[in-house]
């Protein structure tokens, strides 16, 4: 959770006409950029998506319903470093245009009703603390109850150190929140998006059933460069990438953008919704 | 004074209340008024050291080499301690020791992170810093525990899980995960004891229980002092504003309904008198396990998802919305 490296990086998506592509530094026309999901005609780069422009490429543009959003964030520990953590907040409202690092839609993947969360980088470089972890928990209590398949688009630096022990107890409480889903053989399928490290990657992120992971995100536990600092070596090329975590076995796959939609229908039906019509008895499996 | 100068002094009136204790048991027994009096001495002049303690001195405390560690529990605690090594799959951990052992008469499994003690001991347990191997051993410790119908006790004491290039191949991230929804849900009583450290999700993999104890200078955080200062303060030297911030004391803890209860240390420090320290750890864990024990599982189990489902804290918007 010494992973914050990411908040100087900015990737976010630029405003206008033009954008620069960070690795190929091609020159990019912003609404052709738009059309292709956000992720580099000429070397396939993907940047960093903000939540509501993936749930917009995620579900149908009908039906889609926000849940949770009347869970809050609060400073329970009066939190300041070099400022306040209520302004922290304040300011990342602000510039984020989220009211939390994840929302939650109940929405359709071409018409099949799932509940989809996505976390938004921007707000706090997406850390975890006591919302995010409520929210969570909620959407878990919510799909197991209702019967709904769960999909969570991950991008955190992991804990959110302004909520201290609290933001460490939220891996506890999403983990266990899994359980809901398991104990009632609903699908919960991640998908690990730039960047998913720390507490999220060491909790919620890596106890989906099915765990793919987008193009070159970084995924991991420790930050990259705490590793270096501790090990006092040079890291491997593309270490902590999600081709480098395909091919070390820890995910199912890597997917393109401009797939994620169709491979999720695919999954959401082949693990619950035509998996019904097998008629098989439901285990009872234990969580 | 100084900490240093100060078990100076302890080891000089300890060895003073040595001889005097075997003058005494060799007959002398006019020596018993003035070994009382060292006695005293030492009380005060400890207890009046660790009187005020600033968040930083007690992180001092929790990492200090001479600290007893999860093996010296063990030693003093139970008997016939049997370790139990490797995952099953790719290697064993010595950063994390576990095995099984007698309580009382009666089994326990027992779990820890273990730092070790001399330069040789700590390197070769990777200054108590676990790769995924040990989480998967004591995961695979945990669930003989469960089959076998026996209570789990662990000791939490590591700067955290391990930064490395292996420990991320073999995905510490999943190992933590797993070891987190593995307590979760475990079908028997039980108790963790944070007795160092309690770095970030490297110990709550191995703290997340029916009861949590912490000794009394022990700390528990999210983040290291140090990773914080130079993350939000940027800043080394901020180690002392970010130990305060950061609400790492047993104290805190409390507090905060993080943690269940707050195990002393006699003498203000448990180094200080290792042997006392672990009675009291032994005691604690007697009267959590008679307690838990005679609890019924699926009270047990309720109980525990009920106390890690309420923690944390937010505001609840009014609405009128209803979810169907």
């Known amino acids: 959770m010494k992973l914050f490296d990411f908040f100087r990086r900015k990737k976010n998506i630029p405003e206008g006409l033009w954008t620069k592509c960070p690795s190929c530094k091609e020159l990019l026309y912003t609404p052709d950029l738009k059309d292709n999901f956000w992720v580099c005609p000429e070397c396939g780069y993907h940047f960093r998506i903000d939540a509501k422009t993936r749930v917009d490429i995620t579900l149908d543009p009908e039906n889609r319903k926000p849940l949770f959003g009347e869970i809050k964030p609060t400073d329970p520990l009066m939190f300041e470093d070099l400022k306040p953590y209520t302004k922290r907040l304040e300011e990342a409202k602000n510039k984020s245009k989220v009211d939390e690092a994840i929302l939650f839609y109940k929405g359709e993947i071409y018409k099949r009703l799932v509940v989809v969360g996505v976390m ?8 975890m603390g006591s919302v995010v972890g409520e929210r969570f928990f909620r959407a878990c209590r919510y799909c197991a109850q209702k019967e709904l398949p769960l999909i969570v688009f991950t991008a955190s630096g992991g804990a959110r150190m302004q909520e201290s022990i609290l933001s460490l107890m939220q891996m506890a409480k999403t983990s266990l929140a899994v359980g809901f889903l398991r104990e009632k053989g609903i699908p919960y399928i991640t998908v690990l998006t730039d960047p998913t490290m720390g507490g ?20 991991g536990f420790a930050g990259a460069r705490v590793i270096e ?3 006092k070596q040079k890291l491997p090329k593309g270490f902590q990438t999600a081709e480098f975590l395909l091919e070390k076995g820890l995910i199912d796959n890597v997917i393109h953008r401009k797939d994620l939609k169709n491979f999720l229908k695919d999954m959401v039906d082949m693990l619950f919704y035509k998996a019904k019509e097998w008629n098989l008895d439901r285990l009872n499996a234990t969580p | 004074m100084e900490l240093k100068k100060l078990e100076k002094f302890v080891d000089e009136i300890k060895e003073k209340i040595r001889r005097l204790k075997e003058q005494y048991y060799a007959g002398k027994t006019e020596v018993e008024s ?9 009380k005060t002049k400890v207890k009046e050291f660790f ?3 600033t968040p930083w001195d007690r992180v001092q405390l929790a990492r200090h080499p001479k600290r007893p560690h999860t093996k010296d529990y063990i030693e003093r605690i139970f008997n016939n301690f049997q370790e139990l090594h490797g995952d099953r799959f790719c290697g064993d951990d010595p950063s994390i020791v576990a095995g099984i052992g007698y309580f009382y008469g009666k089994p326990v499994a027992v779990i820890g992170h273990e730092k070790g003690r001399d330069t040789k001991e700590r390197m070769k347990r990777n200054f108590g810093m676990p790769n995924p191997e040990g989480y998967k051993k004591a995961n695979r ?11 789990v006790v662990t000791f939490v004491d590591t700067p955290g899980a391990f930064p490395g290039i292996e420990a991320e191949e073999h995905n510490q991230s999943k190992a933590i995960a797993d070891s987190i929804y593995t307590m979760a849900y475990l079908k028997v009583p039980t108790v963790s004891v944070i007795i160092g450290e309690g770095g970030s999700g490297g110990a709550l993999a191995l703290a997340v229980a029916d009861r949590v104890f912490m000794l009394q200078n022990s700390v528990y955080s999210v983040i290291s002092p140090e990773g914080c200062a130079a993350i939000l303060w940027k800043d080394q ?4 504003k970010a130990a305060e ?16 209860g707050i195990i002393p240390e006699p003498y203000g420090a448990a180094h200080i008198d290792p042997l006392s320290t672990a009675r009291v750890v032994k005691y604690c864990l007697r009267k959590t396990l008679n307690e838990l024990t005679k609890r019924d599982i699926s009270s047990l189990l309720e109980e525990r998802i009920q106390k890690y489902s309420s923690m944390g804290v937010f505001e609840i918007a009014p609405t009128i919305e209803k979810y169907d």
């Open chain 2, 34 to 42: 003035e070994l009382r009096k060292v006695q005293k001495e030492l």
């Open chain 1, 229 to 231: 600092q501790t090990i």
């Open chain 1, 200 to 219: 999220v990657s060491a909790s919620f992120a890596f106890l989906g059933d099915i765990i793919v992971a987008e193009p070159g995100a970084r995924i």
């Open chain 2, 141 to 151: 410790v945990m669930k003989l525990a469960e089959k076998f119908r026996f209570p």
């Open chain 2, 51 to 53: 009187k005020d303690l």
């Open chain 2, 245 to 260: 911030a950061l609400k790492l004391t047993a104290q805190d803890l409390l507090q905060l309904g993080v943690i269940d």
């Open chain 2, 237 to 240: 030297k901020a180690v002392e």
């Open chain 1, 120 to 127: 938004d980088f921007n707000f706090i470089g997406g850390s």
